[in-house]
Every structure is written in C-alpha cells, then in structure tokens.
C-alpha cells in the first residue's frame, strides 16, 4: 500500500481533489487508504459546529461502506497519527490532501510534511475549497487586492475549473480496508454522536445539500437579490453548513447556479461566492488579522470590554428586538441570517463599542457554518478595521433596519416570544408602548422585555468620536 489520502473537512467522493488526484497516479492493482484524524485537542464538545461536523463525518462514513470504502479513524495528534500509519503501513510513498492555506491547518500540514519527508514520503496539495485560490487572484506585481470589486473583475475572468462525477474511485477493490486499525477510533467518533449535545442527524448529508441547492437555484435564486435581506423568508441557499464541510462541491454549486438562466438573483449569488474566496485571499496574506485589526490606524483603538453588557448581547437582551432575535436564532439554531450578522455585529461593535474579537469568538463557538476567515472578514467589516469594510461613519440603525427588513415583525415573535402579543406598531420599539398598553400586550418593559439597553442616536455619537479619535 504505497498511497494514502487524508481527509480533514472534505466529506463527499465526488470531485474530491485529493482523491480525484490520487486515481491519477495509482497502478490498476493498488489500494489507497483513506484516513481521519480524530484529533481530541480540537474538539469543542457541546457546541453546534461541533456536534453538526461529527455527524456529518458519520453520515459520510456511513455512506462509504454503502460503496465498499473504509475511512479509516485515527486517535492523537496528527503526528501521532501518522507515525501509527507508516509504523503499520512503512512502504507509503505519496500522501494526497486538500491543501490548508491559513490559520492553524497551515502549521499543521507543515509539521506533518517536514515528518513524512524524512521517511521519504512525498506530500500532493490540491486546492479543492474555493473556485479560485488565494494565489490565483492577485495584482500584477503578484500582490493582493485589498479591496473587493477591482478584485471581483480579475475573479469573474478566471475560467473555474469544472464540476467532476468521478464515479469511478467507488468500489472496495481500489481502497485498503483494515479494520483493526480503526478501532479505537471508530469507538471515540460513536461515543462523540451518542452523546451530542444537539441532533442534527436530519441536516448534514450530500442528498440534503443537493436537495437543497436545487431548490434554491430554481425557486429562490432568480429573486435572491431581493429575498436574502428579509429574515423571516428562506430565502438564502442554506449551503454554508455543507460548503463548511465539504459535503458538497464549491464547484458543483457554482455550476449548477451559472448554468441557471441569467438574472440579477443569479448574479447576486455568484458574487457571494466571490466574497468567499476574497476573504479567504485575505486570510491566506494577511494571518494576523485574526488577532488585530488590518488597518493599522485602528490597532490602536480603546475598546470596551464590558462583560455584562457583552452578556446581554449574547443572550438577545439588549431591548432592540431585531438584535435580540438574531442572537436568539443564533442561540437556538447555530445559525444566523446574514442580515443579522451585520446587524448584531454593528450593534456590538459601534452601540456597545466592545471589542470585534469577542463578538467573533462567540460566533465561533456557536456557527454551524463558522469558517475563520469569512467570520473575521465579516467581523472587520462590520467594525469598519478590515479590508474593504463599512466606513466608520456608517452606523446601523437597529430600528429604522427592523422595520425595512422585517415590517410586520414576523421574524422578530417567532425567535423573541415574550412580544408576540405586541401589534406591529410597536413591534419595532416597544418601550415605547404606554404602562396600559403594555399590560393589554402582555409585555411589560423591565420585566418581561428589557428596555433598551443604550440610546441609539447617543451611541452613534459615541462611535463616531470613538474613531475619530484612533
């Protein structure tokens, strides 16, 4: 057995780099052993990113045995769990992946590739996640674009690589199948789901997210520039989850979706997916915007760092129901819609002032979907200290926002109870509902909805100072 694949966030066969790559170089006769590292230093047991990621890899690895395939599930540190494989398997000569190209996944693939060299075994990187790398888009003096849209024109001229059914690598006669070695594993990966915290059995899979983008592409996408702003309506794709995870191909979406007929729904969706790889670009060039902000005039910046204001943000009692909606959807579901990432992330950078990284991390902690680099691309954005971002003195109203995007407050009663009762006149602002009528609504302000907790008009003031000052 001389060739190994080694799978990290890529649950699906199909146009799969790594392995597609790995059939290339394979002699009619040889097994490929496909393997996981179930790395415990990573876990983050109890929240929703990892319980959906768990029962994803299960779903996937269920699906393989349909095919004959074995995934192999090795325990420890992936140095560990690589001096395990070539302790049982020293003839491996090449090892395929799809290649990390920031954050901790760099540090890790460098550790291990520096390791395998020295028992003489090649490393093959594919680059699979996004339909143009962080290199493939840059200035001509090889430098990169700071700025979305000159970027987004050299995107659009780069011819994407096509959409792959490789049908072929399904069957046990091409993959190495040892049971023995993935005992341990199999063991860890079943006590992780047996005693997940949230069940997402029901979402993660290639059928739902295929179900999914079909449904989009024809009934949603062609009015998408319109429905992806209002929150109480489906209407976004829903494939950030399987895009996360690899459950689905970038490059199936993207095909299926251009191949659509045209539309500024269309065009507004390709874009997004853009949006993705530039933040990813940024990510790549830029590593330490994860810690500080990427312009440097703001590094300086005094934020708060009000652990009870900070709370009442996280558990949607700010007393701005379209902010105290989002962070409950988010509480409840993992998810949030991308209108209310902007909103609630503007509500805690620029209302409370608190720092960007903390709003970041607890995006972290609870996304289905968290991808670190459009997390702090969104995050820098939404404070105004990253590439591309929102002027300083562009300051979301909570309000004057809640009543555009949700006018008649659907969105709002269906994640903020305590204001069902509440008419749409007021829905927007309830304190400002008369002591008579907040009886006769059954929310009383103070006590069974919070009053705001700042003046809008008078934090803006702040804001504004607060950069000024930088």
Same mark, same amino acid.
């Not at 991390?361 to 691309?377: I, K, M, V």
């Not at 002591?435 to 059954?442: F, K, L, N, P, V």
């Given at each position: 057995?001389?060739? &190994?694949?080694?799978?990290?966030?890529?649950?699906?066969?199909?146009?799969?780099?790594?392995?597609?790559?790995?059939?290339?170089?394979?002699?009619?006769?040889e097994?490929?052993?496909?393997?996981?590292?179930?790395?415990?230093?990573?876990?983050?047991?109890?929240?929703?990113?990892?319980?959906?990621?768990?029962?994803?890899?299960?779903?996937?690895?269920?699906?393989?045995?349909t095919?004959?395939?074995?995934?192999?599930?090795?325990?420890?540190?992936?140095?560990?769990?690589? +001096?395990?494989?070539?302790?049982?398997?020293?003839?491996?000569?090449?090892?395929?992946?799809?290649?990390?190209?920031?954050?901790?996944?760099?540090?890790?693939?460098?550790?291990?590739?520096?390791?395998?060299?020295?028992?003489?075994?090649? &490393?093959?990187?594919c680059?699979?996640?996004?339909?143009?790398?962080?290199?493939?888009?840059?200035?001509?003096?090889?430098?990169?674009y700071?700025?979305?849209?000159?970027?987004?024109?050299?995107?659009?001229?780069? &011819?994407?690589?096509?959409?792959?059914?490789?049908?072929?690598?399904?069957?046990?006669?091409?993959?190495?199948?040892?049971?023995?070695?993935?005992?341990?594993?199999?063991?860890?990966?079943?006590?992780?789901?047996?005693?997940?915290?949230?069940?997402?059995?029901?979402?993660?899979?290639?059928?739902?997210?295929?179900?999914?983008?079909?449904?989009?592409?024809?009934?949603?996408?062609? +009015?998408?520039q319109?429905?992806?702003?209002?929150?109480?309506?489906?209407g976004?794709?829903?494939?950030?989850?399987?895009?996360?995870?690899?459950e689905?191909?970038?490059?199936q979406?993207?095909?299926?979706?251009?191949?659509?007929?045209?539309?500024?729904?269309?065009?507004?969706?390709?874009?997004?997916?853009?949006?993705?790889?530039?933040?990813?670009?940024?990510?790549?060039?830029?590593?330490?915007?994860?810690?500080?902000?990427?312009?440097?005039?703001?590094?300086?910046?005094?934020?708060?760092?009000?652990?009870?204001?900070?709370?009442?943000?996280?558990?949607?009692?700010?007393?701005?129901?379209?902010?105290?909606?989002?962070?409950?959807?988010?509480?409840?579901?993992?998810?949030?819609?991308?209108?209310?990432?902007?909103?609630?992330?503007?509500?805690?950078?620029?209302?409370?002032?608190?720092?960007?990284?903390?709003?970041?991390?607890?995006?972290?902690?609870?996304?289905?979907?968290?991808?670190?680099?459009?997390?702090t691309?969104?995050?820098?954005?939404?404070?105004s200290?990253?590439?591309?971002?929102?002027?300083?003195?562009?300051?979301?109203?909570?309000?004057?926002?809640?009543?555009r995007?949700?006018?008649?407050?659907?969105?709002?009663?269906?994640?903020?109870?305590?204001?069902r009762h509440?008419?749409?006149?007021?829905?927007?602002?309830?304190?400002?509902?008369?002591?008579?009528?907040?009886?006769?609504?059954?929310?009383?302000?103070?006590?069974?909805?919070?009053?705001?907790? &700042?003046?809008?008009?008078?934090a803006?003031?702040?804001?504004?100072?607060?950069?000024?000052?930088?």
């Amino acid at each position: 057995m001389k060739q &190994v694949v080694w799978l990290r966030e890529e649950f699906r066969l199909m146009d799969n780099q790594a392995i597609l790559e790995s059939f290339k170089h394979k002699a009619e006769d040889e097994k490929i052993l496909l393997f996981f590292n179930l790395n415990p230093a990573q876990f983050l047991e109890g929240t929703y990113n990892h319980d959906y990621f768990f029962q994803a890899l299960l779903k996937f690895i269920e699906y393989l045995k349909t095919e004959g395939i074995r995934m192999h599930l090795i325990v420890g540190t992936p140095l560990e769990a690589w +001096q395990q494989l070539i302790a049982t398997y020293p003839t491996i000569e090449t090892v395929f992946i799809n290649e990390a190209t920031a954050g901790n996944g760099v540090k890790r693939d460098l550790e291990v590739t520096a390791m395998l060299e020295k028992f003489g075994i090649k &490393v093959k990187a594919c680059q699979d996640r996004h339909l143009c790398g962080p290199h493939a888009v840059l200035k001509k003096d090889g430098t990169p674009y700071r700025v979305f849209t000159p970027y987004y024109r050299q995107w659009q001229a780069q &011819v994407k690589r096509p959409y792959t059914q490789n049908h072929s690598v399904k069957g046990e006669k091409h993959w190495e199948d040892n049971q023995t070695l993935s005992e341990k594993g199999d063991r860890l990966l079943k006590r992780i789901v047996d005693e997940k915290k949230y069940d997402m059995s029901h979402l993660v899979g290639y059928e739902r997210a295929a179900d999914l983008l079909e449904r989009f592409v024809h009934k949603v996408m062609p +009015q998408y520039q319109e429905t992806r702003d209002i929150p109480a309506l489906f209407g976004t794709s829903g494939l950030s989850p399987y895009i996360k995870t690899g459950e689905i191909s970038i490059r199936q979406i993207w095909q299926v979706a251009n191949d659509a007929p045209d539309s500024l729904g269309k065009e507004t969706f390709l874009k997004e997916l853009a949006w993705r790889d530039f933040y990813h670009m940024i990510d790549t060039w830029f590593p330490k915007q994860r810690q500080e902000e990427l312009k440097e005039e703001y590094q300086t910046l005094a934020w708060r760092h009000d652990e009870k204001a900070f709370k009442q943000w996280q558990e949607g009692m700010t007393g701005y129901p379209i902010i105290d909606a989002g962070m409950r959807q988010l509480a409840t579901t993992g998810w949030m819609h991308n209108r209310l990432r902007m909103l609630t992330a503007s509500f805690l950078t620029k209302d409370l002032l608190i720092d960007w990284r903390w709003g970041a991390r607890h995006f972290e902690s609870y996304l289905l979907d968290y991808d670190p680099a459009s997390n702090t691309g969104g995050w820098q954005w939404a404070a105004s200290t990253g590439t591309d971002a929102v002027p300083y003195f562009r300051i979301f109203n909570p309000t004057t926002q809640s009543e555009r995007y949700d006018a008649k407050g659907t969105y709002i009663r269906r994640y903020v109870p305590e204001l069902r009762h509440v008419p749409d006149a007021y829905i927007h602002e309830p304190a400002k509902m008369s002591r008579a009528e907040q009886q006769r609504y059954q929310c009383i302000i103070g006590e069974d909805y919070p009053a705001p907790m &700042v003046n809008h008009k008078e934090a803006r003031e702040r804001a504004l100072d607060f950069f000024k000052q930088s």
